[in-house]
């Protein structure tokens, strides 16, 4: 069974352009997750998807922005980019909400490189 | 807030040695607690979980066991091989669908 899936694998941007990153999760899973990994900042909860719809989102601006498409598939959208949003974003799924005891599963991440 | 405290990195250790890696957390409620696993390049793996007060989690001769007097979630391995060498993430759960993850434990392991 495929795990989660993310592209591109790298990614290339100049500062003030717009990024945008995508997401599979495995096949079953309605739960969509999105992490950055910054240097130095560890791994910072950044947006929650479940059936189409944003549950939930960690404390970052509104120019970081997804949605959630009707296969369940994701992206994540990042306008203006600025420097310091150079990271590693990983994508997560789950089959469902995570209060009913489901795990979550990571994909290997887009590294966002912004220059 | 909630939040999970690990231990600094890098842990050097020889093949065969046993190994330790502190996870305390804060948390309102009763969290679900994780240790992920990223070896270099890959993203983040689940290594094991606990629920609730008392369980153990194991995995792949790793065991962790959820200690609600303690609040801790102490990572343990008999004994590590190179191909252990990775960072290791403690994390937990609340249950308002996010993880909060400690800043990892880089694992290095020598033959």
């Known amino acids: 069974e495929a795990g989660v899936t993310q592209s591109p694998t790298h990614l290339i941007k100049t500062r003030g352009q717009q990024a945008t990153l995508r997401c599979s999760p495995i096949?079953?899973?309605?739960?969509v997750y999105w992490y950055q990994q910054a240097l130095g900042l560890g791994l910072q909860f950044l947006l929650w998807?479940?059936?189409?719809?944003?549950?939930n989102r960690g404390n970052f601006p509104p120019r970081f922005s997804g949605r959630q498409f009707p296969n369940y598939s994701s992206e994540l959208n990042v306008n203006a980019l600025e420097l310091e949003d150079s990271a590693l974003y990983l994508c997560?799924?789950?089959?469902?909400?995570?209060?009913?005891?489901?795990?979550?599963?990571f994909g290997e991440g887009s590294w966002l490189t912004v220059v | 807030g909630d939040s999970v405290t690990q231990m600094e990195g890098p842990v050097t250790l020889s093949e065969e040695a046993f190994l330790t890696i502190n996870c305390t957390y804060t948390a309102t409620g009763y969290p679900s607690l994780f240790w992920y696993v990223q070896y270099p390049g890959e993203g983040l793996q689940l290594l094991l979980k606990?629920?609730?007060?008392?369980d153990k989690g194991s995995n792949k001769g790793f065991e962790a066991t959820y200690r609600k007097e303690t609040t801790s979630f102490h990572l343990e391995k008999g004994s590590v091989q190179v191909s252990d060498s990775a960072v290791y993430f403690c994390?937990?759960?609340?249950?308002?669908?996010?993880?909060?993850f400690g800043t990892g434990t880089r694992l290095l392991v020598s033959p």
């Open positions: 994390a937990l759960d609340t249950g308002f669908q996010k993880l909060v």
């Open positions: 096949s079953g899973h309605t739960s």
């Open positions: 998807y479940d059936e189409g719809e944003e549950r």
């Open positions: 606990a629920t609730k007060a008392d």
């Open positions: 997560a799924s789950s089959p469902g909400q995570t209060f009913s005891g489901n795990t979550i599963y």
